[in-house]
């Protein structure tokens, strides 16, 4: 089987990780797999590593986080030509799937798959308004198959999949080996992981961090992401978080591809979500590492995460309620060992990346079985 795999950003955020992830499953069955994506960034790179196939496309730069009309407009304009430059591969690959990695991608799919192959929409972030329109009308177009990371990005997306309806497979991860602390016992160390963005709250994280620093000085905090896609506005987000964090033991650690080196150095993940983003990948990371985690109830995380079990949910979301959340736990180091003992047990089960590969290879091929709408008869 031949697989055209279409993502609309180059660099490597969670969504481009995943299907990482998945490549090695699908040459495992024998498939062969072609990676086309803007530029000639980390995706591309990692994927002719892995013995895929590389073509660049012509789409953005896109920008992340909410869009406009506009946006929109801009979308539809340039997909009578991106659909060209799909077609062209479909042809030249005699693709039998088209895996659709990103949203902005779906019209010009729409036009190019109408009598093509089939079409299967890997959902990873909540889409609304304008873009969750966009969107769905493309896929009811060519009767795409889709699958998302959690129920939370699944359910706008309902209406658009008729009877097909939507598989939900959550995200995997690798077995990770347990922290080894090397800073000194009295620090307690938090951080927050991930693409400096408002939707990911580092700065709810930093207001947080000046009422705990001021009850607990034993706290040292850390911020380790970098703006991604080339986004203007997370550049002025992040010179922001840095005068925040004027006066305040934070350190910025930039973007790094070792997150389970550090991860070894916390004794606290912190994930402030803002209320639209999905199940963030570092949460089953921290899970797999053995680093509890305190998270707003945001989005989808309630659906990974289950409050005093595996981690710790605040439902205010408000600095003043996670600097209480995270003041409590520290007074009681016991609950955060449990917590982070059954959340590795569960990383290793529920979230282990052979339980990803699996469910994806079984979606992807319950996709193809599917007759196109083009070829029905009657």
């Not at 039998?96 to 799919?109: E, F, K, Q, S, T």
């Not at 550049?235 to 550090?262: H, I, K, Q, S």
């Not at 659906?303 to 520290?330: C, M, N, W, Y």
């Not at 003992?341 to 079985?369: G, H, P």
């Amino acid at each position: 089987m031949n697989i055209l795999c279409l993502d609309q950003f180059g660099e490597l955020g969670g969504a481009q990780r995943c299907l990482l992830d998945l490549i090695p499953a699908m040459a495992d069955r024998g498939w062969s797999v072609h990676v086309a994506a803007p530029g000639n960034g980390q995706l591309a790179e990692r994927a002719a590593a892995m013995q895929a196939t590389v073509d660049p496309i012509r789409c953005g730069p896109y920008s992340s986080g909410k869009k406009t009309l506009a946006d929109m407009a801009r979308f539809l304009g340039e997909a009578p030509r991106l659909a060209g430059e799909i077609r062209g591969l479909v042809w030249r690959y005699d693709a039998d799937l088209i895996y659709v990695n990103g949203p902005r991608l779906l019209p010009a799919v729409a036009l190019a798959a109408r009598k093509g192959p089939r079409v299967l929409f890997h959902s990873h972030s909540l889409l609304d308004g304008p873009a969750r329109r966009l969107a769905g009308r493309s896929l009811a177009m060519v009767r795409a198959a889709v699958v998302a990371s959690c129920r939370f990005v699944a359910t706008p997306l309902l209406p658009y999949c008729g009877d097909r309806g939507i598989r939900v497979v959550y995200n995997g991860v690798r077995h990770m080996s347990l922290p080894s602390r090397a800073a000194a016992a009295a620090e307690f160390r938090i951080g927050a992981i991930g693409r400096i963005s408002p939707e990911k709250g580092q700065a709810d994280f930093l207001h947080a961090a000046r009422i705990l620093h001021s009850a607990a000085p034993e706290c040292r905090f850390l911020i380790c992401g970098a703006p991604l896609f080339s986004d203007p506005a997370a550049m002025r987000y992040c010179a922001a978080l840095e005068a925040l964090a004027e006066g305040l033991p934070v350190e910025f650690a930039g973007w790094t591809e070792d997150v389970e080196g550090v991860l070894a150095t916390l004794d606290l993940l912190v994930v402030p979500s803002a209320a639209i983003d999905a199940t963030p990948r570092v949460i089953l990371e921290a899970f797999a590492a053995g680093v509890p985690v305190v998270a707003f109830a945001s989005g989808g995380i309630p659906e990974i995460v289950e409050h005093g079990v595996t981690g710790f949910l605040v439902e205010q979301r408000s600095p003043k309620a996670l600097a209480s959340a995270i003041g409590d736990l520290l007074r009681e180091p016991a609950r955060l060992r449990e917590a982070a003992d059954n959340a590795r047990a569960k990383a290793c089960t529920e979230f282990s990346l052979e339980r990803y590969r699996a469910q994806m290879i079984e979606v992807i091929e319950a996709a193809v079985r599917e007759p196109h709408p083009a070829r029905r008869l009657g």
